[in-house]
């Protein structure tokens, strides 16, 4: 049973403390914006040391991240990083994540940025926080500071004296501001960073305990289902309520315009509920979707908004062979194994919030905006859901229980989603359509690169109403907000469009796709998973046509010596050199991207082998190399990178969502096929290129674009034939190979 945190006076209560309040972020900004240097990552934006490390007298240390634990391991590598320079243990300390009333506003906890931005606030906050400390036990001891050091919790002179850090708690300054620069513990003296700690969040998944907001009981709590519309844009003509509130258990119906919901005592007559006013409701719905239409075209027909994001000319080669292609991404589902889950209550006029969502405060801003309450007056706080990668329905659910909770003031109300409605109703990964011409010349290098890709934002997470399912479904309903292009060098649709490789001619067209007839929003790696396919799989053929092995092709039009050395350790580790050619059935392929050209590197070497009969695809073998700059946790990069690649296969092979004219129709696992365990590859291995002493660089959407890749130039090593159009299913496979 998860039960409810201490609220947030009891938390900043006590003497001694060495935290005394929450920073609001921006009040800083006039400052910032008149030039002050800014410290690093988290800092810059929230540069109060207490927002970040606490220290208590009674000795126990809490550190304070807004970034939020979803199944990729940040919880156990932010607290390796504040031990290690901090001097302390892992286990004496706690670690808050994500919570509108404790922590910083740290956005989102997306595009692999958890390290990058909160591993280095923390880091340099606990580096702050240990010369706070030294500094302190200075004066104290009358010595200067180079004569003390931080070990174990405690400041050592050079002649054995020592106070331990709920000692000198109370003679600090309880609120400093951080400084640019910090005074970071030499790598060579690593003693936590670098270890395969275990994770501190496995334990309760793996044995059944409360891991999961799904788990949460609280008490008095009321269980709740939602009624969904059978398809966008329908709307209730008709509803006979009666019949559903006289039900065993039923404690309320809760209509407000298409909003249709039911709380119960308990869960089951929740649904039971939920189905009689399914079955009762009355919709109009209308024909919208281009079923008839197939990709590309369902894409490339629609309005765009065209912008050259990469225009690189000079003197250009004699082409000799081209190369001119176009590949296409269907509609994807998150496929989350458990279904989106909030818990909300509302009492003494504060709306509380357990979410599984990936950005606290956008989410409070779109829920305070949808019950029209002060955004003071709702407090948002992450617990982690049975699945996630990018925006599934954990902000709607947590839109939902809120609305249903504000019904019923002082009951607790646990929302759940159905299987169906997740399939149906979560905002999909978007269709994609990437065109290419590019050409070697004689030398077999590339003399030419041109490159299309059509897509729409990749990112329409919450921060108003209208982002909601519920705030587009209440009577008014709030506007949807404009679909808007991420910035480069980020970017959404184009995230990895430019290629990392030194092509001397190259352009590259975004065609923003603003409007799209499925809901989307943001599936993980947006759209560097399609473009590194896309690039990597041309640059296959490009090695081909230059009579080039791919590995040394890729090396050949790199500059960039990371990218290059973790080719060359994932070729070496694979074996590429003695890998077995033409053997039957059987294949090998080849990828590598730097994600988002600014994230950790990332190359997988693939063996296949490919039922020709059938068209079935077993990956037999993959070997990753990985370059996330300064490793915390070894094994917490490889979970991320084997994860990457078992997803990608999933993606890659399986995936498409399906849908009429009028409705979604993959609504289960079996119109919505996933990789099961009997297909997962024979073996993957993971070897990771550490860099001591260097930035974090975020690992967990390296491999989803170079996995994708290496898997399709495997398939055409096999077989001899190209697929271009995802999922590479049998059926495609059969196809291509004449069968």
């Not at 931005?117 to 702050?128: M, V, Y």
């Not at 956008?362 to 955004?375: F, M």
């Not at 934002?457 to 008014?476: N, W, Y």
């Amino acid at each position: 049973m998860i039960t409810m945190p201490l609220s947030r006076r009891a938390v900043l209560q006590g003497s001694g403390a060495l935290i005394v309040s929450f920073a609001i972020s921006g009040s800083h900004a006039a400052e910032d914006a008149a030039g002050a240097a800014k410290p690093p990552g988290s800092l810059a934006a929230e540069p109060w040391l207490d927002s970040w490390i606490r220290l208590d007298a009674d000795g126990t240390v809490t550190v304070l991240s807004g970034k939020a634990e979803l199944g990729q391991g940040i919880k156990t590598a932010l607290l390796q990083v504040a031990a290690e320079e901090l001097a302390l243990p892992v286990g004496g300390m706690t670690l808050v994540t994500a919570d509108t009333g404790r922590t910083a506003n740290e956005g989102y906890t997306a595009g692999s940025h958890s390290m990058q931005d909160s591993a280095t606030a923390i880091r340099h906050a606990a580096a702050q926080m240990r010369e706070v400390l030294i500094a302190e036990a200075a004066r104290r001891f009358g010595l200067p500071p180079e004569r003390l050091k931080a070990e174990n919790g405690a400041v050592l002179t050079d002649d054995g004296r020592r106070l331990a850090y709920a000692e000198l708690v109370g003679g600090v300054e309880q609120r400093v501001r951080a400084a640019p620069t910090s005074k970071l513990r030499d790598p060579a003296s690593f003693t936590i960073i670098n270890t395969a700690l275990p994770r501190v969040d496995i334990p309760a998944k793996v044995t059944g305990g409360a891991a999961y907001v799904q788990d949460m009981r609280l008490e008095g709590m009321l269980h709740a289902r939602v009624v969904r519309p059978p398809s966008y844009g329908a709307q209730l003509v008709a509803i006979d309520t009666a019949s559903v509130e006289r039900m065993p258990g039923v404690v309320k119906v809760i209509r407000n315009g298409n909003f249709l919901a039911v709380a119960a005592a308990r869960e089951y007559q929740a649904v039971k509920a939920m189905r009689s006013l399914a079955a009762a409701a009355q919709w109009q719905e209308r024909k919208q979707l281009p079923a008839t239409t197939p990709l590309p075209e369902a894409v490339t027909r629609l309005a765009a908004r065209d912008m050259k994001i990469l225009d690189r000319q000079s003197a250009a080669g004699n082409v000799v062979t081209r190369i001119e292609a176009t590949f296409t991404r269907p509609w994807q589902a998150h496929g989350s194994i458990g279904p989106s889950c909030a818990v909300a209550r509302y009492a003494d006029e504060m709306m509380t919030v357990w979410t599984h969502t990936q950005g606290v405060y956008p989410d409070r801003a779109a829920i305070a905006e949808l019950l029209r309450l002060p955004r003071d007056k709702v407090r948002c706080i992450h617990v982690e859901g049975s699945g996630c990668y990018g925006h599934n329905g954990a902000d709607d659910a947590a839109g939902d229980a809120a609305l249903i909770a504000m019904s019923l003031p002082g009951r607790p109300v646990r929302l759940q989603w159905m299987r169906e409605q997740e399939h149906a109703w979560e905002p999909f990964g978007p269709a994609m359509v990437t065109q290419v011409s590019a050409g070697v010349d004689d030398s077999g290098r590339v003399a030419e690169w041109r490159y299309q890709v059509w897509s729409n934002t990749h990112s329409m997470r919450p921060g108003s109403a209208g982002s909601l399912l519920a705030g587009q479904h209440v009577d008014p309903p709030f506007a949807v907000p404009q679909p808007k292009p991420l910035p480069l060098p980020e970017g959404g649709g184009d995230r990895n469009a430019l290629p990392l490789y030194a092509f001397a001619n190259a352009e590259v067209m975004h065609h923003f796709v603003p409007e799209m007839p499925l809901r989307i929003s943001a599936m993980r790696a947006l759209g560097a998973y399609m473009n590194v396919f896309t690039i990597e799989s041309v640059m296959d053929e490009l090695a081909v046509a230059a009579s080039a092995d791919p590995v040394q092709f890729r090396l050949a039009h790199l500059t960039d010596a990371r990218a290059q050395d973790v080719i060359r350790l994932a070729a070496d580790r694979f074996g590429w050199s003695l890998r077995e050619k033409g053997a039957d059935g059987r294949g090998c392929g080849f990828a590598f991207a730097r994600y988002k050209n600014l994230a950790a590197y990332c190359a997988i070497a693939m063996e296949v082998e490919v039922d020709r009969d059938s068209g079935r695809i077993h990956v037999r073998k993959a070997v990753a190399a990985v370059d996330a700059g300064q490793i915390v946790n070894p094994d917490g990069v490889r979970n991320q990178i084997e994860g990457a690649i078992l997803q990608s296969i999933s993606w890659t092979l399986y995936e498409s969502v399906s849908f009429d004219e009028v409705r979604i129709t993959s609504v289960d696992w079996a119109s919505y096929p996933i990789l099961r365990f009997g297909n997962v590859p024979d073996a993957v291995e993971v070897h990771l290129q550490d860099r001591p002493g260097l930035p974090f660089l975020g690992a967990g959407e390296a491999g989803q674009g170079p996995a994708a890749a290496a898997l399709a130039n495997a398939i055409a090593d096999a077989t001899g034939a190209r697929l271009r159009d995802l999922p590479l299913s049998a059926g495609r496979v059969r196809a291509a190979i004449g069968i």
